[in-house]
């Protein structure tokens, strides 16, 4: 026995703790409007998102999934869970989890979770990963008695609702904001008179401008990618919006050089993707060093300072009503493009100066309430990775009662 494997524990291959059972292989002559809801992929990232159903007869037990069935995706999306929902009925790609005897059904959903990434490492497919059985084989975990297994399902279960619960105020709170941006956007705070515009009824002390009156949009410059390396400074591109911010962990780096001055990105401007699947994504920049901003991707940059207040242009150009201005305009279809002076055209109802700050100080508000959240889920969701490291390996041991 390796000395790795705890005392009193087991070295086992996956495919030793359960059955796996693939879904069915439905054709689209199968799909219905009415019967049992197909469990796709698709639903086990989002349980009520539209899908087609089967009504016939001919259901086998181990396609049929009801609420508390482990269910392990191993194709494109790798992911283990307790289905939670509406009975249904399994499609490929996606396997029944049936556990053995001595094994508990909560604790091998959480080995499984805690084995994805390893998993994924000897994935087949270069575009998308999956999953053969033989894995499963070859891939040995240590286990550990039932009532130890029972014991740290618990534990990280207990966590798990943690990370739910908060995941679910972080959505009711950007629900919150966008139902409050919007009415802000449009209405303002207290007004009493107001007047028809191109853009609809409008306060009637706010203006109508173009964005450019006020703003401009600079884009980036077209860096070589030959020489793109490890060193330097970092290179935002398109790839590094996602989720409202600049994420440069992977980014490219190009050399210091005082002709690209001018492209410097700077901490708290915001950028926009102008090009490709994410065309008008915003993402605000928070890094304390600076960055060069690459070709297709722009920047937002306030000339009158007189009529825009930063914070208020940063909740503007986040809003759907910018979204939906721009890719209105945006040109390519599959492939959208927009320019700067596309997006320095469009119209937008300006409240004035004071009231812009009143309304972003509002919004300010609700975005430090989903701060103060996110940084408690990114604090379960750590506590939640040591704790499966330290428990499903046996290096910290549970007591059992």
């Given amino acids: 026995m390796s ?17 796996y059972h693939n879904g069915r292989a439905f054709k689209p002559e199968d799909w219905s409007k009415e019967g049992l809801p197909i469990l796709r992929i698709a639903q086990i990232n989002d349980p009520f998102r539209e899908t087609d159903f089967y009504k016939g007869s001919d259901i086998l037990d181990k396609h049929l999934i009801k609420k508390g069935d482990l269910v392990f995706s191993w194709s494109a999306t790798l992911k283990a869970i307790l289905w939670g929902h509406y009975d249904a009925i399994l499609n490929q790609h996606i396997f029944k989890v049936i556990e053995k005897p001595n094994v508990s059904r909560a604790f091998l959903q959480q080995l499984l979770d805690h084995s994805i ?15 053969k059985k033989g894995v499963l084989d070859e891939f040995h975990r240590p286990i550990p008695p039932l009532p130890e297994q029972k014991k740290i399902a618990s534990i990280l279960t207990s966590v798990d609702e943690v990370i739910e619960t908060t995941q679910k105020q972080i959505d009711k709170l950007q629900d ?3 139902a409050t941006m919007n009415e802000l956007l449009t209405k303002g705070i207290g007004h ?24 401009k949009c600079q884009g980036g410059n077209a860096f070589p990618s030959s020489e793109f390396g490890k060193i330097g400074i970092p290179v935002v591109r398109i790839s590094n919006i996602k989720n409202g911010l600049v994420d440069l962990s992977g980014c490219v780096h190009f050399s210091e050089s005082e002709q690209f001055k001018r492209f410097i990105v700077f901490e708290g401007e915001i950028l926009l993707a102008m090009s490709g699947a994410t065309t008008g994504k915003i993402g605000v920049y928070k890094a304390k060093s600076p960055a060069y901003l690459n070709q297709r991707v722009g920047r937002f940059r306030i000339e009158d300072k007189k009529n825009v207040d930063s ?10 009503i910018f979204a939906d201005a721009t890719l209105r305009d945006a040109i390519g279809g599959a492939q959208p493009n927009i320019s700067s002076s596309q997006v320095e055209s469009v119209i937008y109802a300006f409240p004035t100066l004071s009231e812009q700050k009143v309304i972003a100080s ?9 701060d103060v959240q996110n940084a408690k889920l990114n604090q379960t969701q750590s506590l939640k990775k040591s704790l499966m490291q330290d428990l499903l390996t046996g290096k910290v041991r549970v007591q059992v009662n």
């Fill in 192 to 215: 009493t008179e107001f007047k028809d515009s191109e853009l609809g009824r409008i306060p009637k002390s706010w203006g109508i401008n173009q964005l450019g009156d006020y703003v």
């Fill in 362 to 370: 509002i919004l300010n508000s609700v975005d430090h309430k989903i």
């Fill in 117 to 131: 990434e390893k998993l994924a490492e000897s994935s087949h497919g270069s575009t998308m990963k999956h999953i």
């Fill in 311 to 320: 914070a208020f242009l940063n909740h503007l150009v986040q809003s759907e």
């Fill in 176 to 178: 919150l904001k966008k």
């Fill in 3 to 19: 000395s790795a494997v705890p005392e009193g524990w087991k070295l086992e291959p996956l495919s030793a703790l359960a059955d």
